[in-house]
């Protein structure tokens, strides 16, 4: 765990230092809000729950997608010398999980302030959001490790990931949905269950397969 808790330092720092980069995500937030708003004034419920989530995927990628870029491959060759490859990427996945999380809450505020807030079972809603952010930030983090080895390609991370996250998606789009009162489907644990599944699945994947990308 200190290995880990340093390495998730290391990545806040660099974030402190590089401070543009988290403005211009939460600005892109704040800018893409305000036009939604502009266009529509108001969500019908329906919307709002689809936008959200919109917005909230592609934020989640720009911000996610440096996750390796950032790191060049003298600092990668380094890092091979110090660190087991299990803890490097559980380090970044929890670093974005919780980056992604705060930007998906400033997400919820802003559409709160600018638009409208139909959200009935604030509870469900939030519970949903976290695994969904869990499963995205995973997801998205081990394509990126991909695409940093493939010369940073991010048109490569973003046509391997959106595949993979259709299903973390739309069971999004169905546990927000039930909290909204779109829907009245008593499902809803079977969904969480799938879910969390899903995360487990992936996380799994994650950790048995970038040591073995990180290898070469």
Same mark, same amino acid.
């Given at each position: ?8 330092? %290391? ?20 800018? /893409? ?30 911000? =996610? ?6 790191? #060049? ?20 996945? =929890?670093?974005?999980? =919780? ?39 995973? =997801?998205? /983090? ?43 489907? !008593? !499902? ?10 899903? #995360? ?14 990180? %290898?070469?």
């Amino acid at each position: 765990m200190k290995e880990i808790i340093l390495l998730i330092q %290391k990545d806040v720092a660099i974030e402190l230092r590089q401070g543009f980069a988290a403005a211009g995500v939460i600005l892109f937030l704040f800018t /893409t809000v305000f036009i939604v708003f502009k266009a529509f004034a108001e969500l019908r419920q329906e919307s709002w729950n689809v936008m959200f989530w919109i917005i909230f995927l592609f934020v989640s990628l720009n911000s =996610i997608l440096k996750s390796f870029i950032q790191e #060049d491959r003298n600092r990668g060759l380094y890092y091979y010398t110090l660190f087991d490859p299990v803890k490097v990427i559980l380090s970044k996945i =929890i670093y974005n999980f =919780i980056f992604s999380l705060i930007l998906a809450f400033i997400l919820l505020l802003l559409m709160s302030f600018f638009v409208n807030n139909p959200i009935k079972d604030f509870g469900l809603f939030l519970s949903g959001m976290t695994l969904s952010v869990l499963g995205i930030s995973v =997801i998205f /983090t081990f394509v990126s490790s991909i695409s940093g080895l493939e010369n940073n390609n991010s048109t490569l991370m973003a046509v391997l990931a959106m595949p993979i996250v259709l299903p973390v998606l739309l069971l999004a789009l169905k546990i927000s949905a039930e909290a909204i009162g779109i829907i009245q489907d !008593s !499902s809803v644990a079977t969904d969480f269950l799938y879910l969390a599944a899903i #995360d487990l699945m992936m996380l799994g994947l994650a950790l048995i397969l970038f040591p073995i990308l990180w %290898k070469q």
